[in-house]
């Protein structure tokens, strides 16, 4: 288990965070996600000491990271896939990884087996791509087999394979019952990956629930009703739904449940062509709640003019 309670963390005049706080738990996969600059980097580099907090503490399982004895048999890290030596092969680079914590030769091997790199373990990491990286930083982070795991953007560079592998190898993790910390910003791949996310910006958090709860905040109970028949609207308005419409043929419900707005449709001889309840996306909730939290927004683009 992370716990982390009342971070705080100036770098100058910049506030980096300002009391950031929340708990990953065993058995699933906690997304971390905020705008640029929102404090997930340093919140993780504070966990694992490479930062010191101005205020509040980070522990695992009880415990600050600095007074870990090998830690990397109780919190495994990738936080920069380009952080090796690049003249040293994958294996050798696990090696000496190894070595440090008292790990031998035969859990090397594995790692390598779980990654998905048995066939280029010796070559030189410098020849690698960003996905392959990617997949040698897992290896790192697995040596001690931890309980705990922390990966940003572990989804970059990877191909289509290689995201559906980290998908389903991020699942099993949790299913193991560690717990498992990923910073991303890949809403679609969080979405079906994650089981709880935290929602950070401006150094603080912004929303701390399941996934599922986040979308079906966001959804609102929206209804999409398609229909040509002028009477629909006034039908489900006095039923006690606001109705709006932003495009001819198209009705927004709120108020009713779909099946519901169906009964009430069937019932009055109104013909339609669909009723669906509105599921908004991970991505419709991040982008909600972090609204006002974007401290790096670009310019409109201009028109273009024929």
Avoid: C
């Avoid at 699933?28 to 101005?54: C, E, H, W, Y």
């Avoid at 996905?131 to 982070?141: K, N, T, W």
């Amino acid at each position: 288990m992370i716990v982390v309670s009342g971070l705080r963390k100036r770098f100058g005049p910049k506030t980096a965070l300002d009391g950031m706080s929340f708990t990953v738990s065993p058995g699933q996969v906690t997304g971390f996600i905020g705008p640029n600059g929102a404090g997930k980097s340093t919140t993780m580099r504070v966990i694992l000491a490479l930062d010191a907090p101005d205020e509040g503490t980070a522990l695992i399982d009880g415990r600050p990271y600095a007074s870990l004895r090998r830690p990397l048999t109780h919190v495994g890290s990738l936080l920069d896939a380009a952080a090796l030596q690049p003249s040293r092969t994958a294996r050798n680079h696990l090696l000496w990884l190894a070595h440090s914590q008292g790990l031998g030769a035969k859990r090397v091997d594995e790692v390598i087996e779980q990654a998905g790199l048995g066939t280029v373990a010796r070559r030189r990491a410098g020849g690698f791509s960003l996905g392959m990286r990617q997949r040698l930083g897992i290896a790192a982070a697995l040596l001690g087999d931890p309980r705990v795991l922390m990966l940003d953007e572990p989804f970059n560079g990877m191909d289509p394979e290689g995201i559906v592998w980290m998908r389903g190898f991020l699942r099993s993790l949790a299913e193991q019952g560690r717990a498992v910390l990923v910073s991303s910003h890949l809403m679609s791949e969080l979405q079906d990956t994650a089981d709880h996310v935290v929602v950070v910006g401006r150094g603080k958090v912004i929303a701390d629930a399941t996934v599922a709860e986040l979308r079906a905040t966001v959804s609102n109970g929206h209804v999409t009703v398609r229909t040509s028949a002028p009477t629909a609207a006034e039908l489900l308005g006095r039923s006690g739904a606001t109705v709006t419409s932003a495009q001819p043929g198209t009705l927004t419900v709120v108020g009713l449940a779909a099946q519901e707005v169906t009964s009430l449709l069937v019932a009055n001889g109104v013909p339609f062509s669909e009723v669906s309840a509105h599921q908004a996306t991970l991505e419709d909730a991040y982008m909600e709640l972090t609204r006002d939290a974007v401290e790096y927004r670009a310019a409109d683009a201009p028109e273009v003019t024929r």
